[in-house]
């Protein structure tokens, strides 16, 4: 174990040699800044002013050039080598509810919902403990590990996972197509989630494989009796995706799933809304107001979007909850 200290001191904490020093203070239940854990958002930067680390993804995009040249390091892609003392460059924005742990999960149940997207249902040995809306890390040995967010409620010890297999994905593309029994898994990690007190309403915005922690977090307000109004904006290039979205959600009076095919070609029969969910939200969305909002998908969707909602509708930044899918 390492001894890893910030240089303002609000950080002490230890490391072993074979966790990355975001987890390793998650797991000593300090707020260290953070959003994706995978090397994307850049939240996590830091200084290393002594020590030594092992830089596991040295050309990550959530570093700019300008910023390695200044040695900048992420603190979610850095592996401590000795004792450290570090400079922490952001704030942190919240402490995780639940410190994140290292568990394995058999695989129980694996169906396809479209011919790029597919269901994993996981058994673990333990309770799966989270908020909905968080996400864990699967690791596939020689391969890497990558987030991937809860779908369900929290349901004892199963987990389900909706993934999307990019072309040419090492990961996604291996959970696909190849026999796996068991998983590896670290969780949970991420501060978008549910939360409810003076809201008139739940607004849910997803894209593409982001449809899976808007599947727990809706579902689990359904199931808890959630009386205002739920609307679940959907968007995805394919009409299948969009035609299994409506039956993953529990139904309920007060849940509207607004789906969105986002390019219609000639050979698709298709009555619903078409383009970007940003030009559509508006149109079945009155008020902006006392909502809660949840965004889930591509950077560039959620930038869109949170452009409507914060400076064209003038939605406080506390109302918008986001995870950007690196
Ligand atoms: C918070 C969060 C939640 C997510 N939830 C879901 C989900 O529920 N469902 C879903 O389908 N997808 C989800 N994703 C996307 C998912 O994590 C993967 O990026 C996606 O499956 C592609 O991985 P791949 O290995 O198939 O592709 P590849 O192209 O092989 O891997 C690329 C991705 O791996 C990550 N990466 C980490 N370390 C390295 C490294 N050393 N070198 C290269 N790449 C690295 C990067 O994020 C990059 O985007 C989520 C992403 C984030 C950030
Ligand atoms: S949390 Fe490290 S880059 Fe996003």
Not at 150 to 174: E, F, H, M, W, Y
Not at 198 to 221: K, Y
Not at 240 to 257: H, I, P, R, V
Not at 263 to 268: Q, V
Request: aromatic share 8%; charged share 20%; glycine share 8%.
């Amino acid at each position: 174990m390492f001894k890893i200290q910030s240089d303002d001191q609000l950080l002490q904490f230890e490391s072993a040699s074979d966790d990355t020093l975001l987890s390793a203070a998650l797991r000593a239940e300090l707020a260290f800044p953070y959003e994706c854990n995978s090397g994307g958002c850049g939240a996590c930067k830091i200084e290393v002013l002594e020590g030594e680390v092992n830089n596991l993804w040295p050309d990550a995009p959530g570093l700019s050039d300008r910023e390695r040249r200044k040695g900048r390091l992420l603190a979610c892609q850095c592996k401590a080598q000795s004792d450290l003392r570090i400079k922490v460059i952001n704030r942190a924005e919240g402490r995780a509810l639940y410190p994140p742990a290292r568990f394995s999960a058999r695989v129980v149940g694996k169906r396809f919902l479209s011919e790029e997207m597919f269901e994993l249902q996981l058994e673990a040995e333990q309770e799966v403990i989270f908020s909905p809306g968080q996400y864990f890390m699967v690791e596939l040995p020689e391969l890497g590990a990558r987030a991937y967010s809860a779908a369900n409620p929290v349901d004892g010890n199963r987990l389900t996972l909706i993934i999307k297999a990019v072309p040419g994905g090492k990961v996604s593309c291996a959970l696909a197509h190849d026999r796996v029994e068991t998983l590896q898994l670290d969780g949970p990690y991420g501060l978008s989630v549910l939360t409810t007190a003076d809201e008139q309403q739940s607004v849910f915005i997803a894209g593409g494989s982001g449809i899976a922690p808007m599947l727990s977090m809706a579902n689990t307000l359904i199931s808890e009796g959630y009386e205002h109004p739920i609307k679940v904006f959907y968007g995805s290039r394919l009409k299948a995706e969009l035609e299994m979205a409506e039956s993953l959600f529990l139904s309920a009076d007060n849940l509207k799933l607004i789906n969105v095919l986002s390019n219609l070609d000639h050979n698709t029969r298709w009555q619903g809304k078409t383009g970007y969910l940003h030009d559509v939200i508006p149109i079945y969305l009155e008020c902006f107001q006392n909502t809660e909002f949840y965004l889930c998908g591509p950077p560039p969707m959620i930038s869109a979007v949170q452009k409507l909602l914060m400076i064209e509708n003038g939605v406080p930044f506390e109302s918008i909850h986001f995870d950007r899918f690196f």
